[in-house]
């Protein structure tokens, strides 16, 4: 997955201008990014991009940029 890819797909899960979107944008900078979404935006990743995060690795993945490999 590119970075353009990631952002594009996160605007789409959390339902934001994804043009609003960086690598930098991290959980809890804006609104729609709260803990119910970010467990929703690891399982919709990993889903349409076909990659998987270890359990213990979620916590700690607070930007898009820690969802590319």
Avoid: C, Q
């Avoid at 690598?23 to 935006?41: A, C, F, K, M």
């Avoid at 889903?47 to 969802?67: H, N």
């Amino acid at each position: 997955m590119s970075a353009e890819e990631l952002i594009a797909f996160a605007g789409k899960v959390l339902k934001v201008d994804p043009a609003t979107l960086s690598l930098d944008t991290g959980y809890g900078t804006i609104p729609e990014w709260d803990s119910v979404n970010h467990l929703r935006l690891v399982m919709e990743v990993e889903k349409r991009f076909g990659v998987s995060y270890a359990l213990e690795r979620i916590p700690s993945m607070l930007t898009l940029r820690s969802f590319l490999p």
